[in-house]
């Protein structure tokens, strides 16, 4: 019986791999986020990094529509804030600002725009499906 007790107590305490997962992207959220403030010390681009930083929640505004349940995003709107929500994007701004493509101001944006993905993943929101709902 004491055994079955114990064997159910640290069944439920042992944290399961969404835990381990959202605590990298918090880890990688405060990285982002000193990566940023460092860059626009260095930089400049304070207002673009929090437009950047901002940017991906557009897809939200976009997918307002009457008639959804609680939580769900318009059909129509989920590709735009998919595609905002993935980190080819900020990847390749970053790319070119790094390469001298575009000026380095570019890469606080990149990371703000990072940053925000990355706060969206740790605090348990992620892509969403085509019916509108987040995946599971």
């Known amino acids: 019986m004491f055994c079955n007790q114990t064997t159910s107590f640290l069944s439920q305490a042992a944290p399961n791999r969404h835990t381990f997962s959202r605590i990298g992207w918090g880890a990688a959220a405060i990285a982002l986020l000193a990566g940023t403030v460092l ?3 260095d930089h ?3 207002w673009l990094a929090l437009g950047f930083a901002l940017m991906p929640d557009l897809g939200l505004i976009a997918g307002i529509d ?3 349940a609680k939580g ?3 059909p129509r709107a989920v590709p735009i804030y998919n595609a905002l929500h993935r980190f080819i994007g900020p990847a390749l701004v970053a790319a070119l600002a790094l390469s001298g ?3 380095a101001v570019w890469l606080a944006a990149a990371l703000g725009w990072a940053l925000h ?3 969206d993943r ?3 929101y992620g892509l969403r499906g085509n019916d509108g ?3 599971s």
């Open 101 to 103: 493509v575009i000026p």
């Open 66 to 68: 009457r008639g959804l």
């Open 44 to 46: 400049g681009g304070g």
């Open 122 to 124: 740790a605090v348990g």
């Open 72 to 74: 769900q995003l318009a």
């Open 133 to 135: 709902f987040q995946r």
């Open 117 to 119: 993905i990355s706060i």
């Open 39 to 41: 860059q626009v010390q």
